[in-house]
């Protein structure tokens, strides 16, 4: 790395410690939200380990040791190699597209035989990566000239396009939400983002023509979800009707009707927090609540610590992109937006969704460990 003369700059750390640096107490909060998970997945099976419960400690277990081996590599490596670890994840999308697995109604994995691994999943990390590192080579007064935002416009356009193909609009928003959110952190003005708003307002008929039926159905049900209680409304509304039963301190652990009925749709996957507040009522849901909210901040904090521009992005956009994993989940289950499928991190039953949430932690304690790094704005910087 050159360092101007009279410049100081913080010792190199090496990997022992690095790995004394790792903030464990964010790692104690992802670990108590992962506790949840396998407790809702214990009763979501009856009392029973198998078929979910097992498979989520063990991909936790894994998640861990790959979260810690992230941690510990130079945060110069990860932007060194954020544009290929974006160029990878596209063409995983575009693999999809050829050989893609059919699940669900919808094209969205990749058969590895021992895995299904989800793209999408996978480019909600490398995407912001990419735009993180684009950012962190601009000057500040260039950021807000439109030419230069030509090129993460299409960076986020690209996987967004191919991901509403497989179709899958809850992970397509995300992203596109997302990747908002970074290029107004990263200086972009807001008068941008109101003009591309009601630009988007504007072009909404047209693209209602371009949604698939199940896509337009989901949007009336979330307008309407009495007008078909036993079909496209059935799922909201079951979801409801757990939620409310459960009243203030819940029916008990693994005494839920709705959910042990099989009333409650989906419930080790998408709709896990209604079973949750089913069992364990308002209270238990407020508290899942702010294990979250605590995790958001350890994560913006973390964040606003960095010294290099590269480094907050990351941590902001990975804090980000978790918060809307939860935001969208928990919404969905209430009825306050349409339904999609996005799992509630660390809780939901997955292995991809596992998988990106603890790289993405990674990534954040990487942040951590590395705050006090500086980084050049091209890798010629470092030297």
């Known amino acids: 790395m050159r360092v101007r003369h009279g410049e100081l700059r913080a010792p190199e750390l090496t990997l022992g410690q690095k790995f004394w640096q790792v903030n464990w107490g964010l790692l104690l909060l992802v670990s108590a939200c992962a506790g949840v998970g ?104 260039d950021i807000g000239r439109v030419g230069y935002l030509l090129t993460p416009a299409l ?39 109101i003009l591309v708003g009601l630009a988007a307002m504007g072009s909404v008929p047209i693209a209602w023509n371009f949604l698939h039926d199940y896509q337009k159905k989901r949007i009336l049900t979330f307008l309407d979800p009495e007008k078909d209680p036993l079909g496209s409304g059935y799922h909201i509304l079951q979801s409801k ?13 693994i005494r839920g009707t709705q959910s042990h009925l099989n009333f409650l749709p989906e419930k080790q996957t998408d709709f896990i927090f209604t079973m949750l507040a089913e069992e364990f009522g308002l209270m238990g849901g407020l508290a899942l609540m702010a294990l979250y909210a605590l995790i958001m901040v350890y994560g913006f904090g973390i964040a606003v610590r ?44 997955g292995g991809t969704a596992m998988l990106t949430v603890m790289i993405g932690f990674g990534l954040l304690m ?7 790094t500086r980084i050049g704005r091209r890798w010629s910087d470092h030297g």
């Open 155 to 193: 960076m986020v356009a690209a996987p967004v396009i191919l991901i509403l193909r497989q179709p899958d609009l809850g992970t397509a928003v995300m992203l596109a939400v997302g990747s908002a959110v970074l290029f107004f952190l990263a200086g972009v003005r807001l008068w941008k983002f």
């Open 306 to 349: 960095a010294r290099s521009q590269f480094a907050r992005l990351v941590g902001m956009g990975v804090t980000t992109t978790f918060s809307l994993y939860v935001f969208i989940n928990i919404a969905m289950v209430m009825g306050v937006i349409p339904v999609v499928g996005v799992p509630l991190p660390l809780v939901s039953y």
């Open 38 to 141: 396998l407790a809702m997945l214990f009763s979501a099976a009856n009392g029973d380990w198998d078929p979910w419960a097992s498979r989520h400690a063990v991909r936790f277990g894994m998640g861990v040791g790959i979260m810690l081996l992230v941690a510990l590599i130079d945060i110069r490596l990860w932007m060194r190699y954020a544009y290929l670890i974006y160029t990878i994840a596209l063409l995983l999308l575009l693999a999809v597209e050829v050989a893609g697995t059919i699940g669900m109604g919808a094209q969205r994995w990749i058969d590895l035989k021992f895995f299904q691994l989800q793209p999408s999943e996978v480019m909600k990390i490398a995407l912001v990566l990419a735009l993180a590192r684009y950012f962190h080579t601009l000057n500040f007064e």
């Open 366 to 372: 990487n942040v951590y460990v590395h705050r006090d």
């Open 241 to 253: 009707i757990a939620m409310g039963s459960g009243g203030m301190m819940g029916k008990g652990f």
